[in-house]
């Protein structure tokens, strides 16, 4: 009979304080390149808002313009909101 034998390999390493700081600049690039991909989107969205505008009212365009703008404000500030916390995780000893 085979007797089975549990091995835990429980390994922890510990990072460096250089390589976490290169771990939040790592993070904090990321998060302007999601903030420059939100905001082409917006970009995308408001010239399509504008190039369909015929047949409707100026405040209507203007009410999903700002609809637009308010959406792109509040995914960067969800994206600044996520690098803050990672950066917090990251730099604690």
Do not use: H, P
């Not at 771990?23 to 010239?47: D, N, P, Y």
């Not at 209507?60 to 308010?70: L, S």
């Not at 959406?71 to 000893?93: G, H, I, Y």
């Amino acid at each position: 009979m085979m007797t089975k034998i549990n091995i835990k390999w429980n390994t922890f390493f510990r990072l460096t304080q250089e390589y976490r700081e290169n771990l939040t600049k790592m993070a904090k690039a990321a998060c302007e390149q999601s903030k420059q991909s939100i905001r082409k989107v917006r970009q995308k969205g408001m010239s399509d808002v504008k190039k369909n505008k015929k047949g409707r009212s100026e405040d209507d365009v203007r009410t999903v313009e700002k609809m637009i703008q308010q959406m792109t404000d509040q995914f960067c500030d969800d994206a600044e909101m996520l690098l803050e916390e990672k950066t917090k995780e990251l730099l604690r000893k």
